[in-house]
C-alpha cells in the first residue's frame, strides 16, 4: 500500500472544524489478489481470524438506503454482516453518502481496548460478477473520526477485497468513536448509478 501524510491549515470549511492543523493521510488501497467471487459457503461467512467486527460490537449508519426489492433489503447493517451476497445500497447516485462506524466499549462487557490494525472493504455488491459492474463502485471516501479529518482513501475499480492499513488505531472507554466515510467519487455502474458496497471489516485486537 502506498500512504503519504500532508500538513495543511483548514479553517471555517464545510465540515464546520475549528481553525487549525491537520495530518491528513492519504490511502492507496491494497487488493487482495487471491480474492474472488466463490460459492456460497465462502461468500455468506467471508471472516479472517483477526476481524473484531463482531467482538467490539461496531455499528454502522447511513445516509440513506434503496427500498427493498422482491425481497431483498439493503439495510445499512448489511456492511457488517461478513455475508458478501448483502448489501447496502443507497437511495440516489451515491454522491456525498455517508457511511459511519460506531465503537462504544462502554457498551461491550470484557472489552476495554481496542487496536485496529487495518480495515477492509468490499466495494459494490457481490451478488455475482453480473451485479457487481452493474452498480456503482466507490471510487474515493474522505474519512473524518469524531468529526475531525483523518484521511483521503483512493480505492481500485475491483471486485476483490481491500484494505488500508490505520497502524494501530487505538480505541479505549473513554470515548465513543465514530469513524465516518464520506463518498466523493465513483466508479458508474453499467445499468444503476446507485452505490452498492458488500462488507467493511475491522481487523485488529480487543482486550
Not at 434503496?66 to 447493517?77: H, Q, R
Not at 481500485?156 to 465513543?176: A, G, P, V
Not at 444503476?192 to 462488507?199: E, F, G, R
Request: charged fraction near 30%; charge should be neutral.
Amino acid at each position: 500500500m502506498k500512504k503519504a501524510a500532508i500538513f495543511f491549515l483548514v479553517c471555517m470549511t464545510t465540515f464546520s472544524f475549528s481553525q487549525r492543523e491537520f495530518e491528513i493521510i492519504l490511502f492507496e488501497t491494497v487488493v487482495n489478489e487471491f480474492d474472488v467471487i466463490g460459492e456460497d459457503a465462502y461468500e455468506k461467512s467471508n471472516r479472517v481470524k483477526e476481524d473484531i467486527t463482531l467482538k467490539v460490537k461496531a455499528e454502522v449508519k447511513t445516509t440513506t438506503k434503496a427500498e427493498a426489492s422482491g425481497g431483498v433489503i439493503f439495510e445499512a447493517t448489511n456492511i457488517l454482516d461478513g455475508n458478501m451476497k448483502t448489501c447496502w445500497l443507497s437511495a440516489g447516485d451515491g454522491r456525498n453518502e455517508d457511511v459511519e462506524l460506531v465503537i462504544d466499549l462502554e457498551e461491550v462487557e470484557g472489552i476495554n481496548v481496542a487496536m485496529i490494525s487495518d480495515i477492509y472493504f468490499f466495494s459494490g455488491w457481490r451478488k455475482d460478477y453480473q451485479t457487481w459492474k452493474e452498480y456503482s463502485r466507490i471510487k474515493k471516501m474522505i474519512m473524518t473520526v469524531n468529526d475531525l479529518p483523518y484521511g483521503e482513501i483512493t480505492f481500485q475499480d475491483t471486485y476483490k477485497q481491500q484494505s488500508i492499513d490505520l497502524e494501530k488505531f487505538k480505541i479505549d472507554r473513554t470515548r465513543r468513536s465514530r469513524i465516518r466515510f464520506r463518498v466523493v467519487d465513483m466508479y458508474k455502474g453499467s445499468k444503476y448509478n446507485q452505490l452498492a458496497l458488500s462488507d467493511i471489516q475491522i481487523l485488529g485486537k480487543a482486550k
